[in-house]
């Protein structure tokens, strides 16, 4: 089991940036693979980017491509979202999750997850 916390969310104009963290606890860091997902109000929980365990291996969905970037730092027991030009439909509460083993992007694959942290992009 590893338990996750989110932070670095906030408010922020379209165009910006932030970087969220997620601090985890627990020896066995290094040997989840991560991952990133977020919620809007009246929608599912989808899909971000995820990483592996080494942060040999990223995967990314389609919208946010070329303006966020995941990594980790093992040493640390931290994974990281860079997250630049940022539009208003970027807003949502962003999640933190790991799963021991390979990279996956379901939403069901991921049993530990993270309290979650506000992101809002006005326009």
Sequence with gaps: QVQLVESGGGLVQ????????????GRTFSS?????FRQAPGKEREFVAAISWSGSSTAYT???????TISRDNAKNTMYLQMN???PED???YYCAARPGFVRVGVQEYANW??????????
């Design 14 to 25: 379209a165009g910006g940036s932030l970087r969220l963290s997620c601090a985890a606890s």
């Design 32 to 36: 989840y693979a991560m991952g990133w």
């Design 62 to 68: 389609d919208s946010v491509k070329g303006r966020f």
């Design 85 to 87: 030009s940022l539009k």
């Design 91 to 93: 807003t949502a509460v």
């Design 114 to 123: 993270g309290p979650g942290t506000q992101v809002t992009v006005s326009s």
